[in-house]
């Protein structure tokens, strides 16, 4: 069966309708506490519910050690940290293990998680790589 153009835009306009047609709750600042330390709030004669609840408490952030180094070293660094296996963690996976950022002049920084800190600059020094520094 094919579908006549007049036919395609028809569909989309029931489809675009259906969504612009929904009923938009506002909460107050009180109400969205109760629904996110309970996970359901009643409003009106409707029950909202939350699936998971927020749960407070701290936020875990990454621990990492910055290391300032010549740019020039970075193809090595980079050849090195992806081929590299560690005994603790496996494979060194970018964004999780280490990150690259921008340094001033003709330096870029290499991020390492503080728990792989040593086995990875020792990595770098017995692979020849000069002029580490900490940040």
Request: proline fraction near 1%.
């Amino acid at each position: 069966m094919k579908i006549t153009k007049s036919q395609l835009k028809e569909m989309i306009r029931e489809a675009i309708g259906g969504i612009l047609n929904k009923d938009i709750v506002k909460f107050t600042a009180e109400e969205m506490e109760e629904l996110h330390r309970t996970g359901q709030i009643e409003k009106g004669d409707r029950v909202y519910q939350y699936q998971v609840p927020v749960k407070e408490g701290k936020i875990n952030e990454a621990r990492q050690s910055q290391f300032k180094i010549p740019y020039r070293e970075q193809k090595n660094v980079m050849k090195i940290l992806r081929t590299a296996k560690s005994a603790k963690v496996g494979k060194y996976k970018e964004g999780v293990h280490y990150d690259f950022g921008v340094g001033k002049g003709t330096t870029f920084i290499l991020a390492v998680d503080k728990k792989l800190e040593n086995e990875i600059l020792s990595l770098l020094v017995q692979k020849g790589v000069k002029n580490i520094h900490e940040v």
